[in-house]
């Protein structure tokens, strides 16, 4: 087992960069988290091991828990300083920039790697202010209110996402969905309340999708779920559970005027599964918006696909 250092960030909160930091003193080369149940996580290189195997199984040397990762799915090898990058015969390919790799490649600074549907993005060992930088980027791409994804990080996402799965011939689907009659919540209530909601709100569909899902916040109370490898109908399926869950919750809202109450709160949901006609992210967002928009004016609490 190599010495590798697998420090763990918190992106919303951890401004004082520690982390990058105690890179600096190991003048280490790194690969940041881009997407999966770990974004801004960093994986510290040690150069003077010969190589770190990367993948899905508790033995890697560097561990990167996510299903479309194998278990052994690449070896990473140092030689001179240079990081170079070979796939092991991994079940979902390796990428580097978009393009899959058949031999082993020599990673550049700034390159994108992608192991199954996980992107991370290399770091050579004498660039330690760009990875500053790129954590202030991470850190920009929560919602504050939520904790979850902000609407910019899931267009970034779901562009790349649409290019790799068309690429794969695999499906993908997404879900958006919003709070129905949220305006009445805040002026009944307060802000205060109408805040826990949407904290709440966050916190069961996060409980309810897999760990390759990814949920953001769009907007006021409106979300996205990106479904990797999804289908319309396991879509749905999931978009119907989501519906339930959050119907059938019991929020326990502190008013702004004083006291507490119980309040019920039921969402709208579209549903949408890329296919050949759509080419970009805001093209897939519209369809599922014009099927949310078709849950509100056939009277809420609903999926429409």
Do not use: W
Request: a neutral charge; one cysteine or more; hydrophobic letters at 35%.
């Amino acid at each position: 087992m190599s010495d590798l250092i697998d420090d763990k960030t918190v992106i919303a909160q951890d401004v004082e960069l520690t982390v990058y930091a105690d890179a600096q003193k190991r003048q280490t080369a790194c690969l940041i988290q881009y997407s999966g149940n770990r974004v801004g996580k960093c994986f510290h290189l040690d150069l003077t091991a010969p190589s770190h195997v990367a993948g899905r199984s508790p033995d890697a040397d560097l561990r990167i828990d996510e299903q479309s990762v194998s278990r052994k799915h690449v070896k990473f090898s140092q030689r001179k300083g240079a990081i170079s990058v070979l796939d092991l015969g991994s079940a979902n390919g390796t990428f580097i920039n978009d393009k899959r790799i058949s031999s082993e490649i020599k990673l550049q600074d700034g390159d994108f790697l992608r192991l199954g549907t996980v992107l991370l993005k290399f770091f050579a060992s004498n660039n330690v202010d760009a990875i500053v930088q790129d954590k202030i980027y991470r850190m920009a791409t929560i919602d504050a209110g939520t904790q979850t994804y902000n609407k910019q990080y899931i267009v970034d996402t779901l562009e790349s996402e649409i290019k790799f799965h068309r690429n794969r011939r695999q499906p993908l689907s997404i879900i958006y969905f919003d709070l129905d009659h949220f305006k009445k919540v805040n002026d009944t209530y307060g802000h205060n309340a109408g805040d826990t909601v949407l904290r709440q709100t966050a916190k069961i569909v996060t409980s309810a999708i897999r760990k390759d899902d990814t949920l953001g916040r769009f907007g006021g109370e409106e979300f996205i779920v990106i479904l990797p490898n999804t289908p319309l109908a396991t879509c749905r399926d999931l978009a119907e559970r989501l519906r339930r869950e959050i119907a059938a919750y019991v929020f326990k809202l502190e008013q702004d005027k004083g006291g507490a109450v119980n309040h019920r709160q039921t969402v709208s949901l579209g549903i949408f599964e890329l296919n050949s006609a759509i080419t970009t992210a805001e093209e897939l967002l519209e369809k599922a918006d014009q099927k949310l928009y078709t849950s509100k004016t056939s009277g809420r609490n609903r999926v429409t696909a």
